[in-house]
């Protein structure tokens, strides 16, 4: 009878891409690693799947990994945070240390959450880095590649879903939710006609006021809160 050790058995990693909206510019975690391969050097978080020896000890799905590796690298409770699996990098000679395969997903935060955030696992710092600025940083691994795939299928989502509700506070202003657009498309958004997108979304059930008023410069403004998630539940 065959088993499963009689095949090469590569390591599987998770990296998670974590975005969230600070100062109205569009962050992603970066933590500093301890340990080699590229010890000292800015990279996305996450971390290996653990299994066990025996064909028995199959270890973590793949979900489970990211959810505890996205508590581990941030301290965030994983129910708090968006997460969905975006692309999986197997390449040969990725890393340094063997045959490694990684699955990305890809995470939101919360403006609100965002200052709790703390480094955990094999990392010395964790912290919000710009997106443009890590765009152009030196990134450990093929982790830039993963930010670009990241970052695309980002703005991708949020034309297509009401994906931006998890980059507000719970209750958010219709400037506020404009901003969080224009900040992930990167360029600016009429506001005659987002109003009209959001009147679409109110209309459709996704968007209704919420109580109370936001203070601006100007006067008070009306807040709003999402009635379905992301992925479309109630």
């Known amino acids: 009878m065959e088993t499963i050790t009689q095949y090469p058995r590569p390591s599987v990693a998770v990296d998670l891409v974590v975005f969230t ?9 970066l933590i500093r690693r301890q340990r080699p391969p ?11 799947v653990r299994v066990g020896e025996s064909v028995d000890a199959q270890g973590e799905d793949l979900d489970e990994t990211a959810r505890r590796e996205l508590h581990e690298e941030t301290g965030l409770p ?15 000679g990725r890393d340094p ?24 696992g ?7 880095q710009i997106v443009e600025h890590a765009r152009r940083a030196a990134l450990a691994f093929d982790h830039t590649e993963m930010l670009e795939l990241a970052l695309a299928r980002l703005r991708r989502e949020l034309e297509a879903s009401p994906i931006a509700f998890e980059l507000v506070p719970t209750t958010f202003t219709i400037a506020e939710l404009r901003s969080v657009y224009e900040v992930i ?19 459709d059930g996704v968007i209704a006021q919420a109580d109370g008023r936001r203070i601006t410069s100007a006067r008070p403004a009306k807040v709003y809160h999402f009635l379905r998630t992301a992925k479309g539940d109630a």
């Open 38 to 48: 590229f010890a000292g050097e800015l990279a996305l978080p996450g971390g290996f």
């Open 97 to 120: 240390r063997g045959r490694v395969i990684s699955v990305v997903y890809f995470a939101l935060v919360r403006p609100d959450l965002a200052p709790f955030v703390v480094a955990g």
């Open 78 to 92: 994983p129910s708090a945070v968006y997460l969905e699996q975006l692309h999986t990098f197997g390449q040969a």
């Open 185 to 203: 498309m990167g360029k600016p958004y009429d506001p005659g006609n987002f109003r009209r997108r959001f009147q679409r979304l109110i209309d």
């Open 122 to 128: 094999d990392a010395s710092q964790a912290g919000w």
């Open 21 to 29: 909206v600070i100062d109205a510019l569009l962050n992603v975690l």
